[in-house]
Every structure is written in C-alpha cells, then in structure tokens.
C-alpha cells in the first residue's frame, strides 16, 4: 500500500488521493541511500502535484514512482512512457528509462517475477564505471612516483644546512603539500573508492578523510600561490622580504584552506542528500574551496607576467646573445612551480565526446606527477643542490681514500707549496711503504 496521485476529473482543480496500488517490493538500502530515495520521492510528490493530468476520461495508468526512484506520468494505454533517469549512483542521468502502460490501463508486469518492471538498461553506466576504476589506478601510479621523488627531495633539503633559507623554506612547505596531498589520496581511493561496500555504508571516516583530501588539495594551491608571492616580492623588492612575508606564507599556505576545509564540511553534512557515497559524488558547495584556487592561479598569471617582464629588463642589461632562451627557460620552469599547467585544461569535454577520455587521463597524469615535475626541477636537476651533492660526494670519496692511505702506510707526509707568478697554493702527500710519487689533495675532489 503506496500513496499514489490520481486525478479528480469530476471537480474543479486536480486533488491528492490515497490510492490502494501493488508496487514491486522496495529493496533494502543502507541508511545513507535511504535518504537519496526519500528525497528522490518527495520531489516526485512535489512535481505530480504541479502537473495537471493530460488525461481526462477513460482508462490509464496512473502516475506514480517506483522502487528506483523513477517518477512516472500518467500514460495512455499501448504507450511507452518515458523520464530521465534518476539521480542516483551508477545511474547516468542524461539517458531515459523507458516503462509499458498496458492496453488495461495497468503497468507492465515482469510475467516471470509477477512484479511491475520498467526498462533501466539505458541508465547504467557500465563503462563509465570501468573507466573510472581505470582513471583511479592512473591516478594511484602517478601519487606513489611523485611520494618517492618528493620525499627525497624533501630529505635533501632537510639534510643540508647549505640549503637552509627562506626560498628553501617555502619549496619545503610546497613539497610537503605535495605528499600529504597524494598520501590522502591514495588512501581515499584504495580505502573507499574502490571498495563497494564501503562507498555503499557510507561510514563517518570516508566522509572525513574526504574532507581531509579537499584540505590538502586547497593547501597545495595555495602553496603554489606562496611561490609565486614570493618570487614577486623578491624581484620587486629585492634583499627586503623579511620574515613577515614567510609568516604570512604558512598562514596563506596551512591555516586559510583549514577555514575553507571546514566551512565547507559544515554545509555540505547539514545537507543529507549530498552526503551518500563517501561524498564522491561532485557537488556545487566545493566551489568554497574551488572560487580561491582559480582566483590563486589567476594572480599567479600575473605574477608571472611580471616576474618575465623583470627578468627580461635585467637580461637586456647584459652583453649576452641568448637573453630570450634565458628567459623562456625561467618562464617554463616557474609554469608547474606556480600551478598555471591546470590552466591548459579549462572545460571539461562533453559526456560522449571523442575528447572525454584524454581529458580524464590527461588530468590524472597531471595532477598525480605535478609532485615528481617539481621535485625533478628544484631538487634534482637544480644545479645549487647538484654542486653540493658533487663537493659532499667528493669530500666522502677523499675520506675513504685517507682510509685506505692510513691502512697501507705506516708514515704520512704531507707538504704545501705556493707558485710564485700565480700565488696557487698546493697540497701534496706521500707515503713512506709505497713506491709512488707524491700526489696532490685536490685532485681527490675533482674525482681523480
């Protein structure tokens, strides 16, 4: 027994009746689901109150909604009725679903289960959903390689007081960013994504490790927005950032995205309808987080632009041939450091279109390398970080070669001398055991 809408032909006006009606038996939905149907039935209620019946007399099937969430017409007898799919999960709401009204005015009747029965092949996104599963694993790959570059890109900073300083300072905020970044991720795809019955229970941990992922997301652009801040300030005002500029930074970088995080957790978990499935499905309120992001890269654009115009002025200051590929090369190095790459992929293509499936992969490529592109560029192929790693590793090779000396000889000489016309001074050793010729300290360090 269902409340159904039928119309009173016999009065003015249309009138919500009771009406005694055999519905399939409502499956059994975790409690979050629950509330996506009732919602979905209190539209359908809402929307059959407002629409006048085109039927007037004689015999029909009478509008109503099923265990899916599909909200029904009134349909002539022979006819297909037909409604867009529901807005529920697995379900693509841009194809319609497809229900028989009988030539006795009743609903079709499935004769092997003997329950009414409506056509929702079209709805399921099968390959869409293999498509996502496949975009997750991409995305997975490209977090753990970025985790393993930026982590020890992050140790060689920490490591290395020669690289202590307030640009350091920042490109450590930034990589850390990255890892809590990709580390939220990876746990929100493989704890919750790609597990059914979790995205089906709903618990309160996915939901607050979903929270966590849009923190740390909206903290790496902002860090990427500190970069490009300080740059700036740097060029502009050169020698006289100060700490305040750093002290902003971590607030701009750690605190901000906190407020957004959480004012953004608050609205959308007083809105039950928008809380199934671990939050995964895509909702309007991220624009809280979302509206700083792009107002972050469109500031960085400009900071860009006036960091190459600065760059270029003092280029043109010195007797050099290659001022322009100068200044390319600074110009294609500060893209990823600043975040303006997401800015090449500003619409998402059509459902349908040729173009959907290298966008999906396109960004999660992306997205889940930007952490190895930057470690790769300020750590790795830094050429300040490269000369230390080379003077540490020749410093270490002189020791063991020191060793060696110590282990094979029983007495050591060692001697100075200073080359009158160039003022050179030269370190020499020699031992007592081996028949050799002295030799000079610094060709230890040049690798000989």
């Known amino acids: 027994m269902v409340k159904e809408l039928t119309i009173d032909t016999e009065q003015k006006g249309y009138t919500l009746h009771e009406k005694a009606t055999e519905v399939p038996t409502r499956r059994s939905y975790p409690q979050q689901f629950e509330i996506v149907f009732n919602a979905l039935r209190e539209k359908c209620i809402e929307q059959h109150s407002k629409d006048p019946s085109p039927i007037k007399d004689g015999i029909y099937c009478n509008r109503t909604m099923d265990h899916w969430g599909g909200c029904w017409p009134d349909t002539y007898p022979g006819q297909f009725a037909q409604i867009q799919c529901p807005d529920i999960i697995t379900f693509d709401t841009n194809s319609v679903a497809y229900r028989e009204c009988t030539a006795n005015g009743t609903w079709y009747v499935n004769p092997k289960t003997g329950k009414t029965w409506a056509n929702y092949s079209m709805c399921l996104r099968k390959v869409q959903v293999t498509d996502d599963i496949n975009y997750i694993y991409i995305f997975i790959g490209g977090f753990v390689l970025s985790l393993l570059m930026l982590i020890i890109s992050l140790g060689i900073f920490i490591r290395f007081k020669q690289l202590r300083c307030d640009r350091i300072s920042i490109h450590k905020n930034l990589f850390l960013s990255y890892i809590f970044t990709g580390m939220s991720w990876i746990f929100y795809y493989v704890l919750a994504a790609l597990d059914g019955n979790v995205m089906l229970s709903n618990p309160i941990w996915c939901q607050v490790l979903h929270v966590i992922c849009q923190y740390f997301v909206v903290s790496n652009f902002m860090w990427m927005f500190c970069e490009g801040l300080y740059l700036n300030t740097i060029m502009v005002f050169a020698?006289?950032?100060?700490?305040?500029?750093?002290?902003?930074?971590?607030?701009?970088?750690?605190?901000?995205?906190?407020?957004?995080?959480?004012?953004?957790?608050?609205?959308?978990?007083?809105?039950?309808?928008?809380?199934?499935?671990?939050?995964?499905?895509?909702?309007?309120?991220?624009?809280?987080?979302?509206?700083?992001?792009?107002?972050?890269?469109?500031?960085?654009?400009?900071?860009?632009?006036?960091?190459?115009?600065?760059?270029?002025?003092?280029?043109?200051?010195?007797?050099?041939?290659?001022?322009?590929?100068?200044?390319?090369?600074?110009?294609?190095?500060?893209?990823?450091?600043?975040?303006?790459?997401?800015?090449?992929?500003?619409?998402?293509?059509?459902?349908?279109?040729?173009?959907?499936?290298?966008?999906?992969?396109?960004?999660?490529?992306?997205?889940?390398?930007?952490?190895?592109?930057?470690?790769?560029?300020?750590?790795?192929?830094?050429?300040?970080?490269?000369?230390?790693?080379?003077?540490?590793?020749?410093?270490?090779?002189?020791?063991?070669s020191g060793k060696l000396l110590r282990s094979t000889s029983t007495h050591i000489t060692t001697y100075t001398t200073i080359d009158p016309a160039t003022n050179v001074t030269s370190t020499y050793c020699s031992t007592a055991r081996l028949n050799e010729p002295a030799v000079e300290l610094s060709r230890f360090e040049n690798g000989v």
């Open 239 to 400: 020698f006289n950032s100060g700490k305040r500029l750093i002290i902003s930074c971590y607030g701009i970088g750690w605190v901000f995205p906190l407020i957004l995080a959480s004012l953004y957790a608050m609205i959308r978990g007083s809105d039950k309808t928008s809380t199934a499935a671990c939050w995964m499905s895509e909702s309007n309120l991220q624009w809280i987080m979302y509206g700083p992001i792009v107002l972050s890269l469109s500031i960085n654009v400009l900071f860009l632009a006036n960091i190459v115009r600065l760059l270029v002025t003092k280029l043109r200051q010195m007797p050099d041939a290659n001022q322009t590929r100068k200044a390319t090369r600074a110009t294609l190095i500060l893209i990823p450091l600043l975040g303006l790459q997401y800015l090449l992929f500003p619409v998402r293509p059509e459902t349908g279109s040729p173009l959907e499936n290298f966008y999906h992969i396109a960004i999660a490529l992306l997205i889940s390398l930007q952490g190895a592109f930057v470690s790769l560029m300020y750590c790795f192929c830094n050429s300040e970080v490269l000369q230390l790693l080379k003077r540490k590793w020749s410093q270490h090779r002189l020791m063991r």
